[in-house]
């Protein structure tokens, strides 16, 4: 567990209330392999269908307006089980994150590799808040123009991502200078354009291999399935409507996952605590956008180690025992609504701080 306490300063008993409890809960708090399949599958099935549906619906009637949402926000909690993927211990879930790129990863042209090691980098000590923090920038000093621009440039990297995969990907095997460019800057799940992604080696360098080679083989056989007319271009279309919804819906997520009031300065344990957000949980809406446990967003970077379908649990129990001054309380906030104050409070104009990512925006 991570040192900062949870209670006020000064209250030794509440904080070790603090332990005992997570410890009653669940000592190790192992993932549900029946939970995590059962979920992933049938969120993953019910988008799937979803899209299929909207190609067959004419554009713009009410089935597919209803079939698109649907297909939207269930694909966007099958994706984000790339999360959970990231803090899984190897061998907890034998084959998932296999099945999770052949289901969602691959055919959405955003594999695990763009998560799984540089996800960790937000959760260092160290580095959160800081330039070298992937999923961190100072949102809160942006002007409404660029907070909106960060959305729709959001909503609409899926066209990019044929040519980072089909063509950039492939040529930079074979060039050193781009390869380099391909891995630092276009091969992460970022909103901090200034992070740099260090060479895949090792473990990571056969996970690169094959995930980028099976990406390169879904995009040419899509394009040669169209070309052949196989595959309606309308299909395609939808797919990229879909994806962008799926990018646009979490980059709102994301503004919602921290205050981002730093602007690159090292933060202590409780700062960091107190810079990260758990959501109220009343609305249909905010369920819907933050799926996988990332409602507790602040209990998640406090105890990474909690399986998402655990975190619900013990946000309520540690609000029942917790004192009304407990740092930990901060953390509570509106849930969907939290982004009528970030856009009211927008600075105007912007100050210069991180650039804003070219690939995604923390999914």
Known sequence: MSDVSLASPGRVRQTLSVAQIVKQIGPDFEPSRMIYWSDFLTSAFVGWFALALSTTAPFGSLLY????????????????????????????????????????GIPFLFPSLMYIGSHMDHHKRAVFGTIDDPE?????????????ASVVTASLIPLAMPLRWGVLGPL??????????????????????????????????????????????????????VMAGWIPIAWVAQWCIVSGGILGANQLRTLLAHGYENEGQAMDAEAQLLDSVNLRTGSILTALIAPVGLRFHALHHHLPFIPYHSLGLVHRRLLAELPQNAPYRATVRDGIGTLRGLWRNAAAPPRETFSEGPVARGF
């Open 65 to 104: 307006g209803m079939a698109t949402l649907v297909a939207v926000f269930a694909l966007l909690r099958a994706g984000l089980f790339i999360h959970e993927l990231t803090h899984l211990k190897r061998g907890q879930i034998p084959g998932f994150e296999l099945v999770w790129n052949l289901v969602i």
């Open 136 to 148: 961190y920038v100072p949102i809160a000093h942006w002007g409404r123009f660029r907070i909106a």
């Open 172 to 225: 930079s095997r074979l060039i050193p200078s781009l390869r380099r460019i391909v891995v630092g800057k276009l091969s992460t799940l970022a909103i901090n354009g200034d992070y740099n992604r260090p060479m895949p080696n090792g473990e990571q360098l056969r996970r690169w291999n094959a995930q980028e080679a099976g990406a390169a083989v879904f995009v040419w056989a899509v394009f040669g399935a």
